[in-house]
């Protein structure tokens, strides 16, 4: 099968959906061309190596991708952001029309919105037909970042969404709060299929035994460990509650790794407080990442109560449960759903202290053999349901559906 992959950003940017996609695509027996843009997320400059030009061809492991000119810009201003998705899907609509090959099927990755405008286009010349991969849930997700709060704009950005759902041929989201959404939307259950994220394998698999002082930091303890980014939305300050509560337990230790806007304020609340079983770890490439994640005993998803985080999944959840450890789920919705289906950990209640310490305090009392099932069971779901090659093989399900429908 011949499929192009239309997508804003693409490897080296990090991405969901991008060079692991497409590999595994054509390891699995398919020819796959990608149609992107050149290489400036999140900072808005474009990378060494590159240089703006209206296009340019490039080949990386047999993949052939052709990178086309945009206004790169990912700052605060909307209506700059809003130039750099116009520009990208304008230049996507002429080289897609003109200069691409013919596919049997174009996968056009969202957000922004105007990529599935850009493959409507591209769709109504070249007659192939769409299957439209929702990441993000326009314009609630613009709505509750704060990117967007002028309601008639966010309005027609709804209207443009009903109106993109209606021309694609198939629409995959990440997870079945999505799904229903959508459908409360108007859109046909049968137009939408479920395939969920997928984590760095490569990044995770060739992890680096972490290093010596965070080993012996973390010898012979019970580690509880967050992975990832340390912002409002994490609202871990329930999580260093609940670490002043269990100090008596002296083997507990809380280890956050990673960084963002609230880290220095929580680190200042461990001397304020003198909460002595909580350290913090900078910031660090997945593959140390995942030297760190192999010491933990229990790896901790949090994040605030918001109607939007219970309809997805925290991309962290996949890494974990690759990792074989039990998972902490304080998240309501699909990602605690998730877990109950995996038999892999404990379900908390968000911001609730409580509720956080009892499953902290359930898996710590669990024999060492439980701890140990809870997390084969994780790796074991990750591997049949969530992985890579697994998720591939649905995608090309799809992809052959609305090639024959």
């Not at 997700?141 to 709060?149: A, R």
């Not at 972490?210 to 871990?236: C, H, P, R, T, W």
């Not at 304080?330 to 499953?359: F, H, K």
Request: aromatic share 10%.
């Amino acid at each position: 099968m011949k499929i192009l992959l239309l997508t804003q950003w693409f490897d080296p940017e990090p991405t969901f959906k991008g060079l692991a996609f497409a590999r595994e695509l054509k390891q699995q027996g398919h020819e796959v061309q990608v149609l992107t843009g050149f290489p400036n997320y999140p900072g808005g400059k474009i990378y060494d190596g590159y240089k703006l030009k209206l296009y340019q061809r490039e080949e990386i492991e047999g993949i052939s991708i052709l990178r086309v000119a945009l206004y790169p810009n990912h700052d605060s201003s909307a209506l700059k952001r809003i130039f750099n998705y116009i520009s990208f899907a304008f230049m996507a609509m002429l080289f897609g029309v003109f200069t691409t090959k013919k596919a049997d099927v174009i996968y056009a990755y969202h957000p922004p919105l105007t990529v599935g405008i850009a493959a409507i286009f591209i769709k109504f010349f070249r007659r192939t037909p769409i299957v439209y991969d929702i990441q993000d849930m326009w314009p609630d997700t613009l709505q509750s970042t704060g990117m967007l709060n002028n309601n008639k704009i966010l309005n027609i950005i709804g209207l443009v969404c009903k109106l993109v759902y209606r021309c694609v041929d198939h629409i995959v989201v990440l997870c079945p709060g999505f799904k229903n959404k959508l459908i409360e939307r108007g859109v046909p259950e049968e137009k939408i299929s479920i395939i969920y994220n997928w984590c760095d394998e490569q990044g995770l698999t060739q992890a680096q035994p972490a290093k010596v002082e965070y080993q012996q930091l973390m010898q012979d303890k019970f580690n509880i460990v967050f992975a990832g980014n340390m912002g409002k939305a994490q609202a871990l300050d329930s999580i260093l509650d609940v670490a002043k509560k269990v100090q008596p337990i002296q083997d507990i230790q809380f280890v956050f790794v990673g960084g963002g806007t609230e880290t220095e304020r929580l680190k200042q609340r461990l001397i304020t407080e003198n909460i002595s079983n909580t350290v913090f770890i900078p910031r660090m490439p997945m593959a140390e990442v995942g030297g760190v994640l192999k010491l933990s005993s229990l790896l901790l998803v949090h994040l605030k109560k918001d109607p939007l985080f219970e309809i997805t999944v925290p991309s962290k959840t996949q890494a974990y449960m690759a990792m074989g450890k039990p998972v902490l789920m304080a998240v309501a919705g699909d990602a605690a759903d998730l877990i109950r289906s995996a038999e892999c950990g404990c379900v908390a209640i968000s911001e609730n202290v409580e509720s956080i310490q009892d499953a902290v305090l359930k898996i710590y009392h669990l024999s060492a053999n439980e701890q140990l099932q809870m997390g084969l069971n994780a790796r074991n779901y990750y591997l049949q349901e969530l992985s890579l090659e697994s998720g591939v093989e649905q995608f090309v399900g799809v992809f052959k559906k609305v090639q024959h429908d």
